[in-house]
């Protein structure tokens, strides 16, 4: 199936699912299209269609952890964590903690921390800037340049910024902006099945062999 196709659902009864503010209707509706990408999501979908922004979001971070690849010195062994930190405000509430606890990608646990100054930044493989960090965008990507951290962002400009993976909304859903110069840079590669479903990639090479352009299986799943 093609990332961006729809997926129908089967018709229900009426339930207190789907009387959704049309806050939590752009959430789902964002979910629907990224749903062969993000397995987990789909699934989750499934469960409990009710899904607010920052639970898509959450969504969204820990499947990042099964499309990008870290270089080995990343990690401390063979068993050590996948860390999603967070800077500024905590927007996720509960729903990060549903989301990645107790799970693991590549035999690796996902574990999710707010962290706050340079030496925390870069104990990270993702960090998470909150939109409430709009004026710190700058020094916080700064203290990251060049180490394997994927950034992720919610904020205009972020990609300008030389941040790698920024959350934008159109047309009443979440979508994905990447720039593959900084991510290239701090040596993380990211799946052209991540790439092939953002509305916007920067520093894409104009051309690339067939072999490039074939999208690559991911190296592991969620446990």
């Known amino acids: 199936m093609s990332p961006n196709a729809l997926v129908r659902w089967p018709r229900q009864r009426p339930s207190r ?12 509706a964002a979910v629907v299209i990224l749903g062969s990408l993000i397995v987990t999501v789909r699934d989750d979908m499934a469960a409990a269609p009710a899904l607010s922004e920052y639970q898509v979001k959450a969504l969204f971070l820990f499947n ?28 996720f509430g509960d729903d990060v903690i549903r989301t990645v606890g107790g799970k693991s990608v590549n035999n690796r646990p996902v574990v999710f921390k707010h962290v706050a100054g340079e030496q ?11 939109a409430s960090e709009k004026d710190h965008l700058s020094s916080i990507l700064a203290a990251v340049k060049n180490t394997s951290v994927l950034t992720v962002g919610e904020t205009d400009g972020f990609l300008t910024l ?14 994905l ?12 590669k990211l799946s052209s099945k991540l790439l092939s479903v953002a509305d916007v990639v920067l520093g894409k090479p104009e051309h690339q062999s067939a072999s490039e352009q074939s999208p690559r299986q991911p190296e592991g799943k969620a446990d």
């Not at 925390?120 to 909150?130: G, N």
Request: glycine fraction near 6%; proline fraction near 5%.
């Open 17 to 28: 699912f789907f009387r959704l503010a049309p806050f939590a209707r752009m959430a789902t």
């Open 64 to 91: 990042f952890a099964k499309y990008v690849d870290w270089p080995s010195n990343a990690f401390g062994d063979g068993s050590a964590p996948i860390v999603i930190g967070l800077v500024g405000d905590d927007t």
């Open 120 to 130: 925390e930044y870069r104990t990270c493989h993702i960090l998470f800037v909150s």
């Open 162 to 175: 030389n941040g790698m993976i920024n959350f934008s909304k159109k047309d009443n859903k979440i979508r």
């Open 177 to 188: 902006e990447i720039n593959l110069v900084p991510a290239q840079q701090a040596n993380l």
